[in-house]
């Protein structure tokens, strides 16, 4: 893989860092009290929000559920956005995983 460079940029992942981008603006104020990671598959136009999750209560749901609508919000009407959890007792961050990860706490 070459890396964009200033001279030329066209080698950028531009819709994968713009669904990033947009990932973390959707975020702000919602990320969920038990989270350790949150991050966002990008597939095409599938974007898959990524929650690493000590517990889930309630009010975790609907952080994650807000996530989904503000960022169906950010992003076209033809984009497919959904998300999926794991529990986990630390945040497990895989740079090889296919995942932005956007969010990362240590464990509580």
């Known amino acids: 893989m070459t890396l964009p460079t200033?001279?030329?940029p066209a080698r950028a992942p531009i819709w994968e860092?713009?669904?990033t981008a947009q990932t973390s603006q959707a975020s702000l104020g919602l990320i969920p009290?038990?989270?350790y990671a949150v991050g966002v598959e990008v597939n095409g136009r599938h974007l898959r929000?990524?929650?690493q999750l000590s517990r889930l209560t309630e009010e975790?749901?609907?952080?994650?559920r807000d996530i989904v609508s503000e960022l169906e919000a950010l992003v076209a009407q033809e984009?497919?956005?959904d998300y999926s959890y794991e529990f986990t007792d630390r945040p497990r961050l895989d740079p090889h995983d296919g995942?932005?990860?956007i969010y990362a706490t240590k464990a509580k």
């Open 6 to 8: 200033p001279e030329d």
């Open 49 to 51: 929000l990524r929650f």
């Open 33 to 35: 009290d038990h989270a």
């Open 99 to 101: 995942v932005s990860w």
């Open 60 to 64: 975790d749901e609907e952080d994650m």
């Open 79 to 81: 984009i497919y956005v």
């Open 17 to 19: 860092n713009y669904a």
